[in-house]
């Protein structure tokens, strides 16, 4: 988690957005941190059991192809809304509590990979 948070800080700082804020350029790293974290929360869980109600398919209550499609769907509604209210000056907001959930994320991310998949 540390490789994806330094190529996020990275590709930042490579890549400036010309006009922009630095709480904007900063909200961007966030909502890769956010993607970053929930595709390895995702990768961690695959065909693992489920404790999110929400992402549990079928009669074991794995985590499957439907999980990840649904956990998609969660943080693209989450993440939308804030490129409708970037340009109200939010970045900074946004952007901790991005990087908040990102945290969490990792964290998932680590109990994940204590917990044996199915057999």
Same mark, same amino acid.
């Given at each position: 988690?540390?490789?994806?948070?330094? $190529? %996020?800080?990275?590709?930042?700082?490579?890549?400036?957005?010309?006009?922009?804020?630095?709480?904007?350029?900063?909200?961007?790293?966030? #909502?890769?941190? #956010?993607?970053?974290?929930?595709?390895?929360?995702?990768?961690?869980?695959?065909?693992?059991?489920?404790?999110?109600?929400?992402?549990?398919?079928?009669?074991?209550?794995?985590?499957?192809?439907?999980? !990840?499609?649904?956990?998609?769907?969660?943080?693209?509604? #989450?993440?939308?809304?804030? $490129? !409708? $209210?970037?340009?109200?000056?939010?970045?900074?907001?946004?952007? !901790? %509590?991005?990087?908040?959930?990102?945290? %969490?994320?990792?964290?998932? %991310?680590?109990?994940?990979?204590? !917990?044996?998949?199915?057999?």
């Amino acid at each position: 988690m540390k490789r994806t948070g330094v $190529l %996020v800080w990275a590709l930042t700082i490579a890549f400036p957005s010309y006009g922009a804020t630095v709480w904007h350029s900063i909200w961007k790293a966030s #909502v890769a941190a #956010v993607v970053a974290g929930n595709a390895g929360d995702a990768a961690s869980s695959w065909g693992k059991g489920e404790t999110n109600p929400a992402l549990r398919t079928g009669t074991p209550g794995i985590f499957s192809a439907r999980s !990840i499609a649904i956990k998609g769907g969660i943080t693209a509604a #989450v993440l939308m809304p804030q $490129l !409708i $209210l970037k340009h109200r000056h939010a970045e900074k907001a946004m952007a !901790i %509590v991005n990087f908040t959930a990102a945290g %969490v994320c990792a964290a998932a %991310v680590a109990h994940n990979l204590t !917990i044996r998949g199915q057999p």
